[in-house]
């Protein structure tokens, strides 16, 4: 059964490949994602699509981790690692305040989010980075598109602004394949 044939309960972002990015909707003016960078900006990443010059979204791709964090503006952004089809989404019951999942492979999204659970519950990662939220609400969306010019879906939401730990990890099981990026809040005054 493929994805298209699922119905799911979540909002899912999800396109065409590539990184998912997530950063404060306030930035979103500032990401260009596969466009070439206007008004004279530079943006330095080793990754090419398209393009002579590099572009935001080639800065996403530079990320060779489960995740990272890149600058935009003053202002930061976590990407997503992801490759291939894979599809996130945001899931704030997870403990400790809320974590980022990719549907690597399940055959239905309660299975997956589930994996997920006891993945986050158990607290099996292997990479942490630090991501910090100056405003709210968040946008999660697909590197490849401009922040101000949507094609795929897209997931807003708020969080508690302050410096996050975002700790991340792949779990393989014989039904699912799941990423998830838990996000544990180590400083809220900034």
């Known amino acids: ?31 260009e994602g596969s466009n070439a ?10 990754s ?10 080639d800065l996403a791709c530079d990320i060779d981790d489960w995740s990272g964090v890149i600058n935009v503006v003053n202002g930061s952004a976590f990407v997503l690692g992801t490759s291939g089809d894979n599809m996130a989404t945001w899931v704030p019951d997870f403990a400790p ?6 549907w690597g492979y399940a055959d239905r999204e309660d299975e997956l989010i ?6 986050v519950d158990r607290a099996e990662f292997s990479s942490c980075v630090e991501f910090v939220v100056r405003s709210s609400p968040l946008v999660l969306f ?26 991340s990890g792949l779990r393989e099981t014989e039904k699912s394949l799941v990423i998830c990026h838990s996000f544990d809040l180590q400083d809220g005054k900034l």
């Open 48 to 57: 090419r699509w398209g393009l002579d010059v590099a572009t935001d979204y």
């Open 142 to 167: 697909m590197a490849v598109e401009s922040g101000d010019d949507p094609t795929y879906d897209r997931i807003e939401f708020e969080i508690e602004m302050g410096k996050y730990n975002v700790s």
């Open 1 to 31: 059964m493929g994805t298209e044939d699922l119905k799911f309960s979540k909002t899912w972002v999800t396109g065409d490949g590539g990184p998912i990015i997530l950063m404060e909707k306030v930035l979103l003016p500032y990401w």
């Open 114 to 119: 589930e994996a997920a659970r006891n993945f």
């Open 97 to 102: 305040n809320g974590a980022l999942v990719e």
């Open 37 to 46: 960078p206007s008004n004279g900006r530079v943006v330095k990443a080793e």
